[in-house]
């Protein structure tokens, strides 16, 4: 089993920017799991949860939504066994509780949903 955590998000002004943290405990991201899919996604209510970012732990190779890309950036930090989400130029529509998400597997559309664990989200807001 592998459990995630979220850290970082808040209220920020528009234009402003964000941190977002991913820790895990149980499972490692690293050595047997070095495998593993992680992503970045985001909810609003009354709406799907949408992809926002997804790293390959293995390679580092990033992916990104149209609309954060240039905005976001998505990084590992093998040490630490997390992932970060750097927010910039942040807007009122990236207003949303964010989740992180991991799996073991090499997931070819890394913005599935279909990811084993979850983090339990993080609330941005973003003031216009």
């Known amino acids: 089993q592998m459990q995630l955590v979220e850290s970082g998000g808040g209220l920020v002004q528009a234009g402003g920017s964000l941190r977002l943290s991913c820790a895990a405990s149980?499972?490692?991201?690293?050595?047997?799991?070095?495998?593993?899919?992680m992503g970045w996604f985001r909810q609003t209510p009354g709406k799907e949860r949408e992809f926002v970012a997804g790293?390959?732990?293995?390679?580092?190779?990033?992916y990104y939504a149209d609309s954060v890309k240039g905005r976001f950036t998505i990084s590992r930090d093998s040490i630490k066994n997390t992932i970060q989400l750097q927010m910039n130029r942040l807007k009122p529509e990236d207003t949303a509780v964010y989740y992180c998400?991991?799996?073991?597997?090499?997931?070819?559309?890394?913005?599935?949903?279909?990811?084993?664990?979850w983090g339990q989200g993080t609330q941005v807001t973003v003031s216009s």
């Open positions: 998400a991991a799996d073991p597997r090499y997931l070819a559309d890394i913005g599935t949903r279909d990811y084993n664990y």
């Open positions: 790293i390959r732990w293995n390679s580092g190779t990033t």
């Open positions: 149980g499972r490692t991201f690293s050595g047997t799991y070095s495998g593993y899919t």
